[in-house]
């Protein structure tokens, strides 16, 4: 009966550690990044999965127009922006 406790204390200390060492840290970050997207407007600069960066023309509803520095504009998928990329002052205008 000793040997039981035992393997299930570690069990149960072996789930807590995976929790706190991956689980809860991956939901903090999909609730910052859900968060980010929730803030975004036309204008903000992002980049996207593919590396890409772009200014955003229009929001949809699941998709969103960028406009690259060429000039060409291009539809993506709102779940494959990455993040907005912060301008800074000196260099506003250019991506």
Same mark, same amino acid.
């Given at each position: 009966?000793?040997?039981?406790?035992?393997? @299930?204390? &570690? *069990?149960?200390? *072996? &789930?807590?550690?995976?929790?706190? @060492?991956?689980?809860?840290?991956?939901?903090?970050?999909?609730?910052?990044?859900?968060?980010? =997207?929730?803030? @975004?407007?036309?204008?903000?600069?992002?980049?996207?999965?593919?590396? !890409?960066?772009? +200014? !955003?023309?229009? @929001?949809?509803?699941?998709?969103?127009? *960028?406009? *690259?520095?060429?000039?060409?504009? =291009?539809?993506?998928?709102?779940?494959? !922006?990455?993040?907005? +990329? #912060?301008?800074? #002052?000196?260099?506003?205008? !250019? &991506?």
């Amino acid at each position: 009966m000793d040997q039981t406790w035992v393997m @299930l204390i &570690f *069990l149960v200390a *072996l &789930f807590a550690i995976m929790y706190f @060492l991956m689980i809860r840290p991956r939901q903090k970050q999909q609730k910052q990044h859900e968060e980010m =997207m929730k803030q @975004l407007r036309v204008g903000d600069n992002v980049i996207i999965a593919g590396g !890409i960066y772009g +200014q !955003i023309e229009r @929001l949809g509803e699941d998709t969103v127009i *960028l406009k *690259l520095e060429s000039g060409a504009t =291009m539809r993506v998928a709102r779940s494959s !922006i990455l993040g907005k +990329q #912060e301008v800074e #002052e000196s260099s506003k205008g !250019i &991506f």
